[in-house]
Nanobody, 115 residues
């Protein structure tokens, strides 16, 4: 299962980016989706998660109030709207599909926030 992330880029502090991730057809039902990121020299960390219905959302404290996760189950996509970006948000962003103890990842998209 290969997820495909896009939308990264270079932006100044205070700017916005919208990441997107395409999910291939899978034989999973009602799966959650998430975004993680990895900064240089640091471990990959959780950013945001969303339930199948979209009713349940979860965010890392560092992005609450600035990032919004959403999904479209018809188009099989998940998005991350990132506003008021900070240099600390710099990193490679990965979309994630956890299923029965396994984690499926996209190839990552680079986000660089300049001060």
């Amino acid at each position: 299962v290969q997820l495909q992330a896009s939308g990264g880029g270079l932006v100044q502090a205070g700017g916005s980016l919208r990441l997107s991730c395409s999910i291939p057809r899978v034989n999973f039902s009602r799966y959650v989706l998430g975004w993680f990121r990895q900064a240089p020299g640091k471990e990959r960390e959780f950013v945001a998660g969303i339930s199948w219905s979209g009713d349940s959302l979860d965010y890392a404290d560092s992005v609450k109030g600035r990032f919004t996760i959403s999904r479209d189950n018809v188009r099989r996509t998940v998005h991350l709207q990132m506003n008021n970006l900070e240099p600390e948000d710099t990193g490679v962003y990965y979309c994630n599909l956890p299923w029965r103890g396994r984690h499926y990842w996209g190839q990552g998209t680079q986000v660089t926030v300049s001060s």
